[in-house]
Nanobody, 124 residues
Framework: VQLQASGGGSVQTGASLRLSCTAS????????MGWFRRAPGKEREFVAAISWSGGTIYADSVKGRFTISRDNAKNTVYLQMDAMKPEDTAVYYC???????????????????WGQGTQVTISS
């Protein structure tokens, strides 16, 4: 399974960006998809995740500003990021597990496949 993320960039505080991540290499799309991020000097942290049926969870730090969605026909997950803040600056990674679960999770250990990361930089 390969994950290809795109859409990062450099924007100012309050701006928006949309990240995309396309999965390839498996025949079914019934898998959760998640976004994580790693800021400079910090641990990787959970951002948002979506189940194959559309159930979502968010980190408190992005709730109300970020929206995760997916297009199962395109095997693609999106992360719409609005009202961005300098503390959102990080490398963003998409991830997916190797099997289906009954509930989506924030635990990075649940996710077996990871994309290459895309840099998001927010300037004040």
């Amino acid at each position: 399974v390969q994950l290809q993320a795109s859409g990062g960039g450099s924007v100012q505080t309050g701006a928006s960006l949309r990240l995309s991540c396309t999965a390839s290499g498996r025949t079914s799309n019934r898998y959760d998809m998640g976004w994580f991020r790693r800021a400079p000097g910090k641990e990787r942290e959970f951002v948002a995740a979506i189940s194959w049926s559309g159930g979502t969870i968010y980190a408190d730090s992005v709730k109300g500003r970020f929206t995760i969605s997916r297009d199962n026909a395109k095997n693609t997950v999106y992360l719409q990021m609005d009202a961005m803040k300098p503390e959102d600056t990080a490398v963003y990674y998409c991830a997916t597990p190797s099997r289906s679960y009954s509930a989506v999770s924030i635990d990075p250990n649940r996710y077996d496949y990871w994309g290459q990361g895309t840099q998001v930089t927010i300037s004040s």
